[in-house]
């Protein structure tokens, strides 16, 4: 009788204890766990890289201007050095300050080429700016090449060269009035010559035919277009010393014509000009 006494209050004691606990279990399985918080780690810096270097145009004359772009990595800085290779440019060194446009795309326009000696010259980009403080260089595919300027000519010596280069007067079959076409370009050829006129020593109208009809006849033919550009000339305004030769038809431009087509290429007057 006496263990039955103590035996209830020591099972009542247990159920109370796996109550606690069961409700103890519940509440930390509804309850979520506190967040772990976590430092995010900063990605590494993007290392300087220059993907390309151009130079534009390559060849260029003392003076005039010259593009430079380097495309790399941006939020950096860039610079061009350039360095003589050869001729009178050896020894000759420039850095050229590059503006970032955006994209990571460097450009400058370098107009004081005029200060550089005529050579060839190294193009060397430079990209600086990363978080280590480490520079990256990289050279153009072409080196830049700068050459003197060709010498200037006078009035007369360009039209002298033009009129060597081309033929404009040309004339109808047994014809030697001028055409339209040939006056628009005479009035222009002669309000050159009288602007050249105190370097013109002479102009050489030569007349010339196509194959077809007797010597005697084509250099009498010829002769009569020259005389036409001539008087053209002369009406014009034009004072310089104007000689007129017939060339008959020895002196084709398509020897053997025949088609229309080529013998009108044969038709013509060629106008030579001799400066002092």
Known sequence: MRSSRFAAPVVLAALSLLLVAGCSARKAAVEPAPPVERTAEAPPPEPDRIASVSVEPTRVERGQPVRFTVIGTAGRSARVELTGRDGAAVGTSRTVELAAVGGG?????????????????????????????????????????????????????????????????????????IRPDAAAWLRSVAARLEAAADDVAELVIEGHCDERGTIEYNLALGARRADAVRDF????????????????????????????????????????LTCR
């Open 105 to 177: 795309r460097y450009e400058a326009v370098f107009s004081a080429t005029g200060a550089l000696p005529a050579g060839s010259y190294r193009v060397a980009a430079v990209l600086e700016g990363a978080p280590s403080g480490q520079s990256v260089t990289r050279t153009a595919d072409a080196p830049l090449v700068v050459v003197e300027p060709a010498p200037k000519l006078g009035a007369c010596e360009e039209l002298s060269r033009d009129l060597a280069a081309q033929t404009k007067v040309y004339f109808d079959f047994d014809r030697s009035d």
């Open 233 to 272: 000339l002369a009406a014009a305004g034009v004072s310089v010393p104007i000689r007129t030769v017939s060339r008959g038809e020895e002196d084709p431009v398509i020897p053997g014509a025949r088609t229309e087509e080529e013998h009108a290429l044969n038709r013509r007057a060629k106008l030579r």
